[in-house]
Nanobody
């Protein structure tokens, strides 16, 4: 089995900063892409940022320049540093990873989600 465990969500004022992290554990041979998605009430889940094993990144237009994704391949973690937070960033943030438990066969796994609330 593979588990993704998120941490670091919470309440922050507009303009503030917050970091969410996720660690993958279990029967893991390799991890390709890792990323963060979010889902606000009444909206579809959307990609926030993703990072490849080699380090290349992509961001949603709404967060580019404010959020930074990073990963540590040695301990299977991915983090999202969020700066200049806005109320519209309020959502449940989900960690996602493409994990191989057997060489060459990758499946997507999800964390349980962590709430980020931006409010004064």
């Amino acid at each position: 089995q593979v588990q993704l465990v998120e941490s670091g969500g919470g309440l922050v004022q507009p303009g503030g900063s917050l970091t969410v992290s996720c660690q993958a554990s279990g029967s893991i041979v390799s991890i390709n892409d890792m990323g963060w998605y979010r889902q606000a009430p009444g909206k579809q889940r959307e990609l926030v940022a993703a990072i490849r094993r080699g380090g290349s990144t992509k961001y949603a237009d709404s967060v580019r320049g404010r959020f930074t994704i990073s990963r540590n391949n040695a301990n299977n973690t991915v983090s999202l540093q969020m700066n200049s937070l806005k109320p519209e960033d309020t959502a449940v943030y989900y960690c996602n990873a493409e994990v191989a438990r057997v060489w060459g066969f990758f499946n997507a796994y999800w964390g349980q989600g962590t709430q980020v609330t931006v409010s004064s």
